[in-house]
């Protein structure tokens, strides 16, 4: 890889586009800005726009070189709802250990090569399963905004407990869980909750919407039935 060189005279250093993928990812998808790599570079910002265009085309670089290193597991034996849970899990947890990365699948996906490249592997592993290109993607497309959507939630979350926010968080925390008991009508509903922790929240919340989704749309069905039954629930309300 080409790396950043200095010119002589006190000229700005020669940049190519690999040295911002790899400032870029140093930075990461939460810092991530224009300003921020040219300053790491030691160039303008108008030198760097002749190798992006601009923040959404940085955003996509950056995204897009993480998503490289995703490989999808596939277990042959799997049927197509543990299958997909194990995919909406892959993608979550991949998401959630690159901070920022959530919000920009959230934009859009796929956004590049690396996206589509995911969402096709998919596509195929759903097709072995019995299911048409079309309803692959559907399935495929829906658990990954779940998976996208959890990670996400759990960034925002991180990001308000962390620091000086901790001790805030935890008086707004504690403070709703007494308003939750002491009320009348939800008090008794919310003592006799099971208690379970972050990642087991998202797993059951995966599996029991994968069970919805894989019960509505099994393979054979056309996804234009689906759309037209599932747009009428409701319409007489």
């Given at each position: 890889?080409q ?13 190519v ?34 190798h992006?265009q ?9 995204g ?26 892959q ?20 956004r ?10 998919e ?58 008991a ?10 006799g909750l ?34 037209a039954?599932?747009t009428a629930?409701?319409e007489?309300?």
């Open positions: 890889m790396t950043v060189a200095s010119r002589q005279g006190g000229r700005p250093p020669l940049i586009v690999e040295d911002v993928v790899r400032v870029g990812r140093e930075l990461g998808m939460q810092r991530l800005s224009i300003n921020a790599v040219a300053g790491r570079l030691g160039v303008s910002a108008t030198a760097l726009y002749r992006v601009g923040r959404w085309e940085l955003e996509r670089l950056i897009e070189s993480l998503l490289a290193e995703l490989e999808l597991g596939d277990d042959p034996n799997a049927d197509t709802e543990l299958h997909l849970l194990s995919f909406g899990l993608l979550r947890d991949f998401t959630a250990k690159h901070p920022g990365l959530a919000s920009y699948l959230q934009v859009l996906f796929p590049g090569d690396a996206g589509a490249r995911l969402l096709a592997g596509v195929e592993a759903l097709s072995r399963r019995g299911y048409s290109a079309e309803t692959a993607m559907v399935l495929s497309s829906a658990v990954a905004t779940l998976a996208i959507s959890l990670a996400a939630r759990e960034e925002n979350n991180a990001s308000a407990t962390g620091g000086d926010q901790e001790v805030g968080f935890a008086l707004e925390r504690d403070a709703a869980a007494e308003r939750l002491g009320d009348a009508q939800l008090g008794a509903a919310h003592v099971p208690q379970v922790s972050s990642s087991e929240f998202v797993r059951l919340l995966l599996a029991a919407s994968i069970r919805g989704l894989v019960a509505v749309i099994p393979p054979g069905r056309p996804i234009g039935e689906v759309v039954e599932l629930v409701g007489d309300h």
